[in-house]
């Protein structure tokens, strides 16, 4: 046996993976770097390449070769001379550039589709929402329906110019975001659905990726970036869709439990003797205060489920249940009301679990608000045991229905800012 042969490989094989040890480790550090100075530069540009180097504690080498491929990869850019009263040579000015990339969010629930496409900055470029019947088309149809707007919404960004760093889809329902899959959701009658999968198949450009998440965690997202209640860092946002979900925020981070499940607050029971559900059980807090419910209270002949089905938009539902309301049919304010009430009956049980400042209500809970808070707020105190509602407040979105593919396309960005080398470098032309 030749053992100086087979030494020989041994420690050519060493060699080799310690080589590949370190590469992959200068790898991390830099794609690090990269990540810290871009973060700098998005939360306090425009800023000088010497200004960053003081922040991060990089040398000034350093942060002029990271500027440099962030500038490759239409990340940063140059804004002219910074005149901070200094003597001498102004420096160089860097803001977030980012115009050339974009962060498409997606969402579909009970009777729309919706995309929202922003560029890295989160400036909105496209803003759709289209009424579809989820809920009576089944999986297949709504994601050949929701592959249709990927491929119009990639097209129009195409022809602005903007590539899509990644496409997240928000969906009503319980998520296996490793996977992209839909676990369950009530509302939509899904179950086991690869959405990401699906849509991966779509006439889109192969290397974008394509994530799924929850649409209330995603709203909640929304909200703590840049809502009413921006900056909360213990709020709850509320969906007021036809099913109720909730996004949970406490100190500062979204609680998603041990598999992501957290936040199925709509499925908390209230009323053991109440509506059946959904998801097969019955009296769950949605069937009090989802948008179905106020529907069925409000405007019964229009009821989900009655009679033949036309597509509506929400906002169409609410504009028929306010024209009624103006023409002073009684049943409307009964059923805000009632509403209101077990709005409250819910946040009580939030604010003794969660203990949050504010309660963001989203949907079409932000639409009726004035309304509802008042009475929502009395019953809430009723049952309040703390003493926390005393510095708890309601607060209605400014989001409107487009607070989860807001926040799907946030999550985007986010991924982006946190690895700024998925970002192809660019051509040079």
Known sequence: MDHGRSDGQTTDSMSRCWSAGVAA????VRRSNLALVLRHV?????CSRSAVAVATGLNKTTVTSLVSELQARGLV??????HAGSVGRPSVALVLDGSGVGALGMEVNV?????IATDLAGRVLIDRRIGFDAMGSGPDRSLDEMARMVEKTVADLDRLGVTPAGITVAVPGLIDAGTGTVVVAPNLGWRGVAVAERLSRADIAGHIPITVDNDANLAALAEYTSGTAAGTPDLIYLTGEVGVGGGIISGGRLLGGADGFAGEVG???VDPSGEPCRCGRVGCWETKVGLAALVRMATPDHAYGMGPQVVRDPEERLAEIEQRQAEGDPRVDAAVTEVGRWLGFGAATLINLFNPRVIVLGGYFAKLADRLIPAAQEEMARLDMTGAGDRFR???SDLGFGAASRGAAGVVVERALSDP?????????
């Open 25 to 28: 480790d200068q790898a991390s």
């Open 267 to 269: 499925h908390v029971m």
């Open 421 to 429: 080398t998925a970002i192809a470098i660019r051509d040079p032309k």
């Open 111 to 115: 009777d729309y589709i919706a995309a």
């Open 77 to 82: 850019k140059e804004t002219g001379p910074q």
């Open 42 to 46: 998005s939360t306090y540009g425009p």
């Open 394 to 396: 309601f607060a209605a």
